[in-house]
């Protein structure tokens, strides 16, 4: 199996811009994870899915923020409009099921100037 | 206070040292997670634990849930070693400590 993977790996965007980061987890999974790294706070957790319904969205910073998983293979992570302090590492991750090990992809480096 | 404490921050070691760190938390849950983030960012989880102990090759990971405390051992330390390891109390919705920057010299 080919992993978690995301795209695009790298995003530099201005701000006030629409950014959409993209996640297809493993085949077979049913769980899926977006996290956000910075040097300030750390990981984080944003939203959870479990067979593609939005189980914990509480780690979503706010409205401009919006998630969606449409099918068990894709989910969507979209930022509208971004602003620099939005600038991180977006890893999405996914288990197997609820309480299973998580499998992270590789993330996604968003730069807002 | 924060949620989960990893100790300590920094640790380096020579290579072959036994290295311990330690991860304790104040939230209630019955699993906790270690993981590994590489100097390249990528992140691997090395266990998932709700009792006892795991081992997998030269890392080993205990929890005591009445306590609220976990560590995770590397014996036999080696330089691929370094990277940063993350204790995430929880079962899906993860906790994560601020993490410990490993560094093993040959």
């Known amino acids: 199996d080919a992993g978690v993977i995301q795209s695009p790996r790298h995003e530099v965007t201005e701000m006030g811009q629409e950014v959409t980061l993209r996640c297809k987890p493993i085949s077979g999974h049913n769980s899926l994870f977006w996290y956000r790294q910075t040097m300030m706070r750390g990981l984080e957790l944003l939203i959870y899915?479990?067979?593609?319904?939005?189980?914990?969205d509480s780690g979503m910073p706010e409205d401009r923020f919006s998630a969606k998983m449409p099918n068990a293979s894709f989910s969507t992570l979209k930022i509208q409009p971004s602003e620099p302090r939005d600038s991180a590492v977006y890893f999405c991750?996914?288990?197997?099921?609820?309480?299973?090990?998580?499998?992270f992809g590789p993330g996604t480096r968003l730069t807002v100037l | 206070k924060n949620e989960v404490e990893q100790s300590p921050q920094n640790l380096t070691a020579q290579e072959g040292e036994f290295i311990t760190i330690n991860c304790s938390y104040s939230v209630g849950i019955s699993a906790l997670h270690w993981l590994q983030q590489h100097p390249g960012g990528g992140i691997v989880s090395l266990f998932m634990l709700s009792s006892g102990k795991k081992k997998h090759g030269r890392l080993i990971a205990t929890i005591n849930i009445q306590e609220k405390h976990s560590s995770l051992h590397i014996t036999a330390s080696h330089p691929r070693d370094s990277a940063v390891y993350i204790c995430?109390?929880?079962?899906?919705?993860?906790?994560f400590g601020t993490g410990t920057r490993l560094q093993v010299f040959p």
């Open positions: 991750a996914s288990s197997g099921g609820r309480g299973n090990e998580q499998f």
């Open positions: 899915f479990n067979n593609n319904v939005p189980i914990d």
């Open positions: 995430a109390p929880g079962t899906d919705k993860l906790i």
